[in-house]
């Protein structure tokens, strides 16, 4: 399994709009400058975290591999605790 690149273009389309054009389109006032960057930085952070979320799924954690032996005695002593 591995990365497909539609999804990544999406979402990268998706954010670069949110952080790059969106800011364009700010209110003026005396605010717009954080205005601007509150934009810039959430579509940054967003899709940042959207990321690490998709390629953590390239490659699961997946639990160790346990014999039955050791199950049944896991089974034996958490029954008595």
Known sequence: MGASFVPITIFTV???VIGIVCPFFAPKGPN???IQ?????????CWLFWL????????PLVGPRLSNETLIWIARTWVRN
């Open 37 to 45: 960057v509150v934009l810039m930085l959430t579509a940054a952070t």
């Open 52 to 59: 690490c979320a998709y390629m953590a799924q390239m490659n």
């Open 14 to 16: 998706f954010w670069g």
């Open 32 to 34: 717009r400058g954080i």
